[in-house]
């Protein structure tokens, strides 16, 4: 029986670690995301800027102003779901097109297998270049490596320029994915469904809070993701779970350490009656030496258990009600973040729902290995008290 329940305990720590390394992939970062404006058709006759090159320029005059010492980098990226691509051989596929602008490494890393990345001239002059996941390359040209080959996209033709390993992950939608410069869509008022503004903070720098204000200034009535908090979210059951096997291992370390004491007084309670004081004491400062090494453990070791707690408190200090023991202030709290999560439309990333999925299993396996180590802990305690007895 024990070694079942010892298979059992590792298959789930094994799953739970999976999740953990899982959500740790997601890189740190902020995403704003709204939705992409209505483009019209170019008039030769009466050409003018579309509503996308007027909010790129917006963006960038908010990146000179505010943005310099907060933001490591920052990248706007434009998407639309399920783009037929078609390649010269008459082969097509339906894709994730995404149009990038801006620095790269804001963005998910982009890892090419064959050919290059994007290059700056290629996104500030929106060259007509495009990044093919390697399942999509096979899918349109039966090749992993077609660099140099043409593909069209909404009546536009593309050279591809470089292949990236496939990562689709849980988070996406679409089997493929496809990269090419955001200005290069806008050339063609290529209708785009989402836009979303990556950005790296500074560590220290308070960026939060600014790009939040500038976001709603530069587009409003979009959604904001904080992803360092957001995987924070998603670890929340395995923070619970590790607090909770703390406070068992506490309480089975406090009923230890009260019986070595009670031992320590009835072993120096003894040999009083035969020696004197004197002669006890280098035992004696032993034995009290090490039951205040052994204390000062335990308080340390329910300090840390103290801080899971605080530290999640600091993270979501939205969830603090002004009067913590009043409870209208308790449920305004819970109303109005709960409010906050549940608006008809909702925009979000591959990289969001990747950490929501992780969330939604760790809560599902922590919760299993929590009430299996709880069954062990009743039994290990009724074997303990009967001990006793």
Not at 65 to 90: F, M, N, P
Not at 290 to 301: D, E, K, R, S, V
Not at 345 to 351: C, G, T
Request: net charge neutral; glycine share 8%.
């Amino acid at each position: 029986m024990w070694i079942k329940r010892g298979v059992i305990l590792l298959v789930l720590l094994a799953l739970t670690g999976a999740c953990v390394y899982t959500a740790y992939q997601v890189d740190d970062g902020m995403q704003y995301i709204v939705l992409a404006p209505q483009e019209r058709a170019p008039d030769p006759e009466n050409p003018a800027p579309s509503a996308l090159s007027g909010l790129i320029k917006k963006l960038e005059d908010n990146g000179e102003e505010d943005w310099q010492g907060i933001l490591s980098c920052w990248a706007l990226t434009g998407s639309r779901e399920e783009v037929s691509l078609a390649g010269r051989s008459a082969q097509t596929a339906a894709a994730r097109l995404v149009g990038v602008y801006g620095n790269p490494n804001a963005l998910p890393a982009m890892i090419a297998r064959f050919g290059r990345g994007f290059y700056e001239e290629d996104l500030k002059n929106g060259e007509n270049v495009i990044l093919l996941t390697e399942q999509l390359a096979i899918a349109l040209f039966r090749t992993g490596d077609p660099i140099d080959r043409i593909v069209e996209v909404g009546g536009t033709e593309y050279r591809v320029a470089g292949i990236l390993r496939q990562q689709r992950t849980l988070g996406d939608h679409d089997e493929y994915t496809a990269y090419v410069p955001l200005l290069s869509l806008d050339k063609t008022r290529f209708q785009l469904e989402t836009l979303t503004v990556s950005a790296r903070p500074v560590p220290g720098s308070g960026a939060a809070s600014q790009f939040k204000s500038d976001m709603a200034a530069w587009n409003s009535g979009g959604d904001l993701h904080l992803l360092s908090k957001e995987r924070y979210r998603a670890l929340l059951p395995v923070r619970a779970l590790v607090f909770l096997a703390g406070c068992w291992l506490a309480a089975f370390a406090w009923r230890r350490y009260k019986g070595l004491a009670v031992r320590f007084y009835r072993d120096i309670r003894a040999r009083l009656e035969h020696r004197f004081a004197v002669q006890l004491f280098p035992r004696m400062a032993g034995y009290a030496a090490l039951l205040l090494m052994l204390g000062a453990l335990w308080l340390l070791g329910l300090y840390a258990l103290v801080q899971l707690v605080l530290d999640a408190v600091y993270t979501f200090p939205e969830w603090v009600p002004t009067i913590p023991v009043e409870v209208p202030d308790i449920l305004e709290t819970v109303w109005q973040n709960q409010t906050a999560i549940t608006r008809a439309v909702s925009l979000r990333s591959p990289e969001l729902m990747l950490l929501r999925f992780c969330h939604g299993a760790l809560c599902g396996l922590c919760a299993v290995t929590g009430l299996l180590l709880s069954k062990w802990y009743g039994e290990l305690r009724g074997a303990a008290k009967q001990k006793d007895a």
